[in-house]
């Protein structure tokens, strides 16, 4: 299976923008619209396309964001097209983008931030060994980090 992080450019746009999450996601992560306004406010945000096959099935958006205690690596966004939901791919995609963040930032934590009600999400993050370090976020979601030296997988 040939599986891709690809950028988002004007060739691959349309594309992405037809990508959507269950009606059950709803208010647990931003459309792709919002996203891609909101990375283009904030050029910090790379918003990218997950694809096998040539074919979209999934988009996420990450970013390095300066804070007092350092530079901190965000896996911002992340989903699976509804349509290629429970096939594995969210577990392979999350793992492939780990991987990719820490290659491209050499960094030692990733933090991302999720609603306390999306116990899909928690229950995936958890077992790639995210946990809650007691903060939220702006929008009010805790955020977990990924001790990538203590990585289980």
């Not at 990733?110 to 903060?135: C, P």
Request: hydrophobic share 40%; charged share 25%; aromatic share 16%.
């Amino acid at each position: 299976m040939f599986t891709e992080i690809r950028d988002i450019t004007d060739s691959n746009k349309q594309e992405i923008l037809g990508l959507h999450i269950a009606d059950e996601q709803e208010g647990f992560i931003e459309t792709v619209v919002q996203c891609l306004n909101e990375a283009k406010e904030d050029p910090r945000f790379v918003p990218v396309g997950l694809y096998k096959e040539n074919v979209p099935i999934g988009f996420a958006m990450y970013g390095p964001f300066q804070y007092p205690d350092g530079m901190r690596v965000w896996l911002d966004r992340f989903f699976i097209d509804e349509h290629y939901q429970g096939k594995g791919y969210g577990r392979y995609y999350f793992k492939l983008l780990i991987s990719f963040l820490a290659d491209k930032y050499s960094c030692e934590r990733i933090y991302l931030s999720v609603y306390e009600n999306n116990l899909v999400a928690i229950k995936m993050y958890e077992k790639f060994g995210f946990k809650f370090n007691g903060e939220l976020d702006v929008q009010g979601e805790k955020v977990m980090v990924l001790n990538l030296k203590n990585m289980q997988w």
